[in-house]
């Protein structure tokens, strides 16, 4: 595969790299080899270390300012989705070293998980473009690359990231929100004509053909076909939910599983009754009526084959965090 970058003049880019989705002793190495991996393929990289308070806009429009119009995220989902709404509408280009807990944007675009690998595809790999949803609560607007979700999993989503990482002491907090949850009248008008209204615990929102724990929730081209996958989940057992059987079972059967109901849309509006927590890729948003549509081929990525991704991720041997 060619690439537009696939030159071999030096090019400066801005290297994005998270310390906190390594192996914290190992980070400084870890960007070292990055660095010289980089440059042994004719990259100029630019580093930039984030931190949890980070302006993303301004550092991608600084970088616009000097002339780098590349993009290079080394990090997990979360890192990529801020990335990738800071370059939305730019004349930008993203490439993504996943060194993440889940990397469901590049299992979902074929970019392996090994990270020689990984920067290779800066040279090599195709450039596509890809859409990006966005979610509006009142008078915001927050665009989302990966997922938007309503419901049980928002809820859990701070404390079951931290047990991810790590902090077990979590788990109490995480039980406790599973366990007094209930459900809520869920309301949903699916491109503007189809109402549907369920009791249900939640709704996921998704770009990506992966979200969560790597569930497979749409086409290997999801990401580009001007549409967004729905899962509207009602009555789901709690500890099914808790275990992750349940996503898992859907991910692989052949038939539909019964509470969990899906939909193809290019926008929607969800209401629910009691107000229920809203995240956008990892952002919190405002609890109330929300509406979601579609930026339609809106980000520009180096990507792979979805073949290529899966291959590396049944073989990787080594430790990352989101």
């Keep these: 595969m060619n690439s537009v970058y696939s030159d071999k003049h030096n090019k400066r880019v801005r290297l994005i790299f998270n310390p906190a989705s390594g192996i914290a002793r190992k980070s400084s190495l870890q960007l070292l080899d990055i ?40 990090g997990g989902d979360g890192t990529v989705s801020n990335v990738a709404r800071a370059i939305l509408g730019k004349n930008a280009v993203m490439g993504i070293i996943p060194t993440g807990t889940q990397n469901n944007v590049a299992l979902s675009l074929g970019i392996p998980f090994d ?50 990482h790590g902090d077990i002491t979590r788990i109490g907090d995480f039980l406790k929100t599973l366990a007094s949850s209930n459900p809520s009248k869920i309301s949903l008008l699916l491109d503007n004509k189809h109402e549907i209204t369920e009791e249900g615990h939640a709704v996921l929102v998704s770009n990506m053909p992966y979200i969560g724990r790597n569930y497979r929730t749409g086409d290997d081209n999801s990401y580009a076909d001007g549409m967004l996958d729905v899962l509207l989940c009602t009555d789901i057992p709690k500890l099914d939910l808790m275990v992750g059987y349940i996503l898992k079972r859907f991910e692989t059967a052949n038939s539909e599983t019964p509470f969990i109901k899906r939909y193809k849309v290019r926008n929607l509006i969800i209401e629910t009754n009691p107000p229920m927590p809203v995240m956008v890729d990892g952002v919190a948003c405002k609890e109330g009526p929300i509406r979601i549509g579609i930026y339609r081929r809106a980000l520009t990525i180096l990507a792979g084959s979805r073949k290529t991704a899966i291959s590396a991720k049944v073989g990787d041997n080594f430790e990352t965090h989101k």
């Design 115 to 164: 990270i020689p690998s990984a920067i290779a595809l800066l040279r090599t790999g195709r450039s596509i473009r890809t859409d990006m949803g966005k979610v509006t609560c009142g008078e915001k607007t927050i665009p989302f690359l990966e997922i938007c979700s309503v419901g049980l999993f928002s809820a859990l989503f701070q404390s079951g990231d931290e047990i991810q």
């Design 35 to 74: 660095i010289k991996e980089l440059q042994a393929w004719q990259f100029l990289p630019e580093p930039f270390i984030t931190e949890p308070d980070t302006n993303y806009d301004v550092l991608v429009s600084d970088a616009l300012a000097q002339g780098i119009s590349m993009f290079v995220v080394c």
